[in-house]
């Protein structure tokens, strides 16, 4: 019972409880959290046009490490002294979520949502995905851990079930289960679009590889030779001595593609700092991976100069009317701004919720046209492991490339 307390002390200090004048959200008794481990449940009323009796409510769970566990209360366990930032990441979702399910509610939509803390336990997962709540819901979003992912994949109920990977890039987690959906690209398709970018953009430029041989990336790097129309030079750091002497490869009259398909901090960091050096006498753009946004150590004045263009499944621009107001009425409810992750839990459930309201239990059939959402573009395909007819996942295909200019990410397509 303590637990549950302690849960309702945390969401309803930190994260707040979201209303409309039409339909309350209402808290769960403590007896439901116990029993679900949930630290939410949100249910909209409404009646759903255009025929109501024909539409059922849509449940869905929200899977997301909140961390309750570590949550430090004072010596009365009430006020909350502090919040470790592994939180961060799901109650910036869970904010965008929450303001998903204002609108949804001005739009009479019936969706209830149940909240679980997944924290970093499998165990846990596992547990909740044997109650009741998981067997009654539509749809589940998250876990966000891959492997947690995996299994959660394994234990819906595959006819009537839907599972969304919010935000893993992995497409190695679902093994012929074609309502498992990755709601971001996956890497290879990252390199699919950087390399239908470079084709089209340089075609016959020279282009440089620059990697590392080693089991985490070498599947992508080999992926993405294979479909370059242009045979790359290619540098490794351990099979040739000349890999830190790269403008012995480059040329002065012309614009030197350089590739580094490279997730390692560190080894971007030197080799980044490596070519800006050269960019006095050689005229270089960089291509790097999606993963370069999450790096803290990069010089964002190396990158800008050296044109560095990477992937994205996300992108705000705050220039637009639309992004203004969504900020402004985040900050107006949370005090705060928000990121990459409120946009996505924002833009998934409004989508889900709009496919509900207009197609009811025939929602998942109609996921594959394609969607504008806020910061996220939506093009759902059908995947085969196999390279054949049957599905195997869904997996958004949208990839946005994006270069560094003016302290900024900036669309180039």
Same mark, same amino acid.
């Given at each position: 019972?303590?637990?549950?307390?302690?849960?309702?002390?945390?969401?309803? &200090?930190?994260?707040?409880?979201? $209303?409309? @004048?039409?339909?309350?959200? !209402?808290?769960?008794?403590?007896?439901?959290?116990?029993? @679900?481990? $949930?630290?939410?449940?949100?249910?909209?009323?409404?009646?759903?046009?255009?025929?109501?009796?024909?539409? *059922?409510?849509?449940?869905? #769970?929200?899977?997301?490490?909140?961390?309750?566990?570590?949550?430090?209360? =004072?010596?009365?366990?009430?006020?909350? !002294?502090?919040?470790?930032?592994? &939180?961060?990441?799901?109650? %910036?979702?869970?904010?965008?979520?929450?303001?998903?399910?204002? +609108?949804?509610?001005?739009?009479?939509?019936?969706?209830?949502?149940?909240?679980? =803390?997944?924290?970093?336990?499998?165990?846990?997962?596992?547990?909740?995905?044997?109650?009741? #709540?998981?067997?009654?819901?539509?749809?589940?979003?998250?876990?966000?851990?891959?492997? %947690?992912?995996?299994? #959660?994949?394994?234990?819906?109920?595959?006819?009537?079930?839907?599972?969304?990977?919010?935000?893993?890039? @992995?497409?190695?987690?679902?093994?012929?289960?074609?309502?498992?959906?990755?709601?971001?690209?996956?890497?290879?398709?990252?390199?699919?679009?950087?390399?239908?970018?470079?084709? #089209?953009?340089?075609?016959?430029?020279?282009?440089?590889?620059?990697?590392?041989?080693?089991?985490?990336?070498?599947?992508?790097?080999?992926?993405?030779?294979?479909?370059?129309?242009? *045979?790359?030079?290619?540098?490794?750091?351990?099979? =040739?001595?000349?890999?830190?002497?790269?403008?012995?490869?480059?040329?002065?009259?012309?614009?030197?593609?350089?590739?580094?398909?490279?997730?390692?901090?560190?080894? !971007?960091?030197?080799?980044?700092? *490596?070519?800006?050096?050269?960019?006095?006498?050689?005229?270089?753009?960089?291509?790097?991976?999606?993963?370069?946004?999450?790096?803290?150590?990069?010089?964002?004045?190396?990158? %800008?100069?050296?044109?560095?263009?990477?992937?994205?499944?996300?992108?705000?621009?705050?220039?637009?009317?639309?992004?203004?107001?969504?900020?402004?009425?985040?900050?107006?409810?949370?005090? &705060?701004?928000?990121?990459?992750?409120?946009?996505?839990?924002?833009?998934?459930?409004?989508?889900?919720?709009?496919?509900? *309201?207009?197609?009811?239990?025939?929602?998942?059939?109609?996921? %594959?046209?394609?969607?504008?959402?806020?910061?996220?573009?939506?093009?759902?395909?059908?995947? @085969?492991?196999?390279?054949?007819?049957?599905?195997?996942?869904?997996?958004?295909?949208?990839?946005?490339?994006? +270069?560094?200019?003016?302290?900024?990410?900036?669309?180039?397509?």
């Amino acid at each position: 019972m303590l637990k549950a307390i302690l849960n309702f002390l945390f969401i309803s &200090s930190v994260l707040g409880c979201s $209303t409309t @004048s039409k339909t309350p959200h !209402v808290w769960p008794n403590d007896n439901h959290v116990v029993i @679900s481990d $949930t630290v939410k449940k949100i249910s909209t009323e409404n009646v759903v046009a255009p025929k109501p009796t024909e539409k *059922k409510e849509m449940h869905v #769970a929200l899977l997301l490490p909140f961390f309750t566990n570590e949550i430090e209360f =004072d010596s009365l366990g009430i006020e909350i !002294v502090s919040i470790t930032d592994k &939180s961060n990441l799901a109650i %910036q979702y869970l904010h965008g979520v929450q303001l998903a399910l204002d +609108s949804l509610d001005r739009a009479g939509v019936k969706l209830e949502l149940n909240i679980f =803390d997944s924290q970093k336990d499998t165990d846990r997962v596992r547990g909740f995905m044997n109650t009741e #709540a998981a067997k009654n819901a539509d749809v589940f979003i998250g876990p966000v851990n891959n492997f %947690q992912v995996s299994l #959660a994949g394994k234990l819906i109920d595959q006819k009537h079930q839907v599972l969304f990977s919010p935000l893993s890039s @992995s497409q190695n987690l679902a093994t012929a289960n074609p309502n498992f959906v990755l709601a971001n690209a996956g890497l290879k398709t990252h390199c699919e679009q950087l390399a239908a970018f470079i084709n #089209a953009k340089y075609p016959g430029k020279k282009i440089l590889m620059l990697y590392r041989r080693n089991e985490g990336e070498s599947e992508y790097t080999t992926y993405f030779k294979s479909i370059l129309k242009t *045979k790359p030079i290619e540098l490794t750091e351990k099979s =040739d001595s000349s890999f830190y002497k790269v403008d012995n490869f480059l040329t002065a009259i012309d614009n030197n593609i350089i590739i580094i398909p490279s997730f390692d901090e560190e080894f !971007v960091n030197l080799l980044s700092k *490596k070519l800006f050096e050269l960019t006095d006498n050689y005229k270089i753009t960089l291509v790097g991976m999606p993963t370069w946004t999450e790096m803290e150590t990069l010089r964002l004045d190396y990158l %800008q100069k050296l044109n560095t263009h990477i992937t994205g499944s996300f992108y705000a621009d705050d220039s637009l009317k639309k992004f203004n107001l969504f900020r402004n009425e985040f900050k107006r409810k949370y005090f &705060s701004l928000p990121n990459e992750y409120s946009y996505q839990g924002y833009s998934l459930i409004l989508t889900i919720g709009n496919l509900w *309201k207009q197609y009811g239990d025939k929602w998942f059939e109609h996921l %594959q046209q394609p969607i504008t959402a806020l910061g996220v573009d939506y093009n759902f395909q059908s995947v @085969s492991l196999e390279n054949n007819s049957s599905t195997d996942f869904l997996e958004n295909k949208h990839v946005y490339i994006l +270069s560094f200019r003016n302290n900024k990410l900036f669309r180039e397509k």
